[in-house]
T-cell receptor, first 112, second 115 residues
Framework: EAQVTQNPRYLITVTGKKLTVTCSQN?????MSWYRQDPGLGLRQIYY???????DKGDVPEGYKVSRKEKRNFPLILESPSPNQTSLYFC???????????FGQGTRLTVV | AQSVTQPDIHITVSEGASLELRCNYS??????LFWYVQSPGQGLQLLLK??????LVQGIKGFEAEFKRSQSSFNLRKPSVHWSDAAEYFC????FGGGGNKLTFGTGTQLKVEL
């Protein structure tokens, strides 16, 4: 089954404790992105990748890192999480070109 | 820069009634438009998309949307709403090529269905 898998689905952590949210897709897609969803703001792009070892900032990259060492994986790293990063995070993947994106199930992160 | 406006934050309809969710976009080139639905605790599911061609597009679950270039709109419709349609709906415009196929989303419309 074609899918984008995120882990964990839920995470509560403390301020400053490094964490990684994993994202994996099995569709051999070139493009992958991370979004965060906040009430009243919709979804905003954090980082994206257009190929292995090619990543770039989206609209709200502060406080986040990503890497793309393999085509299928695109982890989101918060090296020193803060409460304002409490949010619902989605990973997405797509082929290059005019096409639709496939989304993971989301990761609800709470930073206390 | 592209933007999407969903003017209705909350909408309540009775089961069996018709539904129209509004979406207006701003984009400098040919827009690629999407509607996604997010059920409670779930991820985003694509309802329908418009890339080109017929301006009335059909999607899943009985939804349709009409692209009107003159009004910069892409409104979502359903003739008869079911209680299971209660969810949050997002309109999005896609920028392809640079930006990793970035989607710009509206702020969402929360649909409540009264039985």
């Amino acid at each position: 089954e074609a899918q984008v898998t995120q882990n964990p689905r839920y995470l509560i952590t403390v301020t400053g404790k490094k964490l990684t949210v994993t994202c994996s897709q099995n569709m051999n897609h070139e493009y992958m992105s991370w979004y965060r969803q906040d009430p009243g703001l919709g979804l905003r792009q954090i980082y994206y990748s257009m190929n292995v070892e090619v990543t770039d900032k989206g609209d709200v990259p502060e406080g986040y890192k990503v890497s793309r060492k393999e085509k299928r994986n695109f982890p989101l790293i918060l090296e020193s999480p803060s409460p304002n990063q409490t949010s619902l995070y989605f990973c997405a993947s797509s082929r290059a070109g005019v096409t639709e994106a496939f989304f993971g199930q989301g990761t609800r992160l709470t930073v206390v | 820069a592209q933007s999407v406006t969903q003017p209705d934050i909350h909408i309540t309809v009775s089961e069996g009634a018709s539904l129209e969710l509004r979406c207006n976009y701003s984009y400098g080139a040919t827009p690629y438009l999407f509607w996604y639905v997010q059920s409670p605790g779930q991820g985003l599911q694509l309802l329908l998309k418009y890339f080109s061609g017929d301006t009335l597009v059909q999607g899943i679950k009985g939804f349709e949307a009409e692209f009107k270039r003159s009004q910069s709109s892409f409104n979502l419709r359903k003739p008869s709403v079911h209680w299971s349609d209660a969810a949050e709906y997002f309109c999005a415009v896609g920028a392809f090529g640079g930006g990793g196929n970035k989607l710009t989303f509206g702020t969402g419309t929360q649909l409540k269905v009264e039985l």
